[in-house]
């Protein structure tokens, strides 16, 4: 399990955000040399399908998707855990970023296919399957990052797209594929790597299922920062101008930032302007315009109020 801290500070393991579910009692058959069988009760608890971790003194929680042995595939019941982790950090005044990777093979490797086979029309159609994803995460205030090693592919592509902004490790390969299954992205796919990547380079993605790896990532501008795979989940949290730094400052100025950026997506440029213009002057507003300020003036470090 990969550490989350900086080097110096203390170590912090990735827990379960819920307690472990109750064990689930598996029944053992053994049959020994001479022939006679016996048969017993074990209990194995349930793998946590995430776990999370707030490196100390960091204001950052990272929330490790964990399903190894189908690279990471989303499951409903996953994606309503990360869901509902997302949303209690967003609430948290402890946390300012929010980082979620997956393992070293894989950051997600789409939805669960297993499970994707088994839904008809009707179902998705009223419980609404994937919204959380493309809608609910941009709708949190804080900054969500991905960091991404192997691959991110259909969901779990989808699911990095829906982030504020992207991480990856030299190893990570981006990817829609969900024409190859005959179906198509259905958790904002289509319309996020349009504006990540222009139309040539996304419909190309998308009508193939290529894959994309880090460096062309990289020089397309769908991802910030590259890392060798060791160093990824490391530096996303705390070297310079990443998750550590973001939570640092003033929570209510970084969410106006975050808005801001986000409708620019969403409306004209004369819109996005106006709405810019109207967050900007909204921040002449708080009391961290006047601490960042007066800090700079005196030549000190600012003291946010987050108010
Ligand atoms: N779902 C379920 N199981 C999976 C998935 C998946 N998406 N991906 C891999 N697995 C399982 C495999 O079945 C295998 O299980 P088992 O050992 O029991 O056979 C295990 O994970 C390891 O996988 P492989 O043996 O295939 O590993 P390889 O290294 O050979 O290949 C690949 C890795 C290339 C990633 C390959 O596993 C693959 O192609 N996976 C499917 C990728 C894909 O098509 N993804 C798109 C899914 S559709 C989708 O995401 C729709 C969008 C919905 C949005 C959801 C938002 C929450």
Same mark, same amino acid.
Not at 137 to 141: D, G, V, Y
Not at 239 to 242: K, N, P, V
């Given at each position: 399990m990969p550490s989350t801290s900086a080097p110096g500070q203390q170590q912090q393991a990735l827990t379960p955000p819920? %307690? #472990?579910p109750s064990p689930s009692a598996v029944t053992v058959s053994t049959t020994s040399s001479d022939g006679t069988s016996a048969t017993s009760i074990s209990t194995t608890p349930p793998e946590p399908l995430i776990l999370t971790a707030n490196p100390p003194d960091s204001h950052v929680l990272v929330i490790k998707l964990n399903r190894p042995r189908v690279l990471? #595939? /989303?499951s409903t019941a996953l994606v309503d855990l990360l869901l509902s982790a997302l949303k209690s950090a967003d609430a948290d005044p402890d946390i300012g970023a929010i980082v979620i990777t997956g393992n070293e093979k894989a950051f997600a490797a789409g939805a669960d296919i297993k499970e994707l086979a088994s839904l008809s029309f009707p179902s998705i159609y009223i419980q609404d399957y994937l919204r959380g994803v493309s809608e609910g995460? %941009? +709708?949190?205030?804080k900054p969500v990052i991905a960091a991404v090693n192997g691959h991110a592919l259909g969901g779990g592509f989808e699911l990095a797209l829906a982030c504020d902004t992207i991480f990856a490790s030299t190893n990570a390969q981006f990817g829609l594929p969900e024409v190859k299954l005959g179906t198509i992205p259905g958790a904002g796919g289509t319309q996020r790597l349009v504006r990540a990547i222009g139309k040539a380079k996304a419909m190309h993605m998308i009508l193939t299922g290529d894959t994309m790896s880090s460096t062309e990532a990289l020089n397309a501008g769908l991802i910030a920062k590259v890392y060798p795979p060791e160093q990824l989940l490391d530096a996303a949290i705390n #070297?310079? +101008? /990443?998750a550590k730094t973001m939570a640092s400052y003033s929570r209510p100025i970084v969410a106006m930032a975050k808005e801001a950026v986000l409708q620019a997506d969403q409306l004209s440029l004369s819109d996005g302007i106006r709405l810019e213009r109207s967050l900007y002057y909204s921040t002449f507003t708080t009391a961290d315009f006047t601490e960042g300020t007066t800090a700079f003036l005196q030549k000190r470090t600012p003291s946010w109020k987050n108010a």
């Open positions: 819920v %307690p #472990a990471n #595939a /989303l995460i %941009p +709708s949190f205030k #070297a310079d +101008s /990443l």
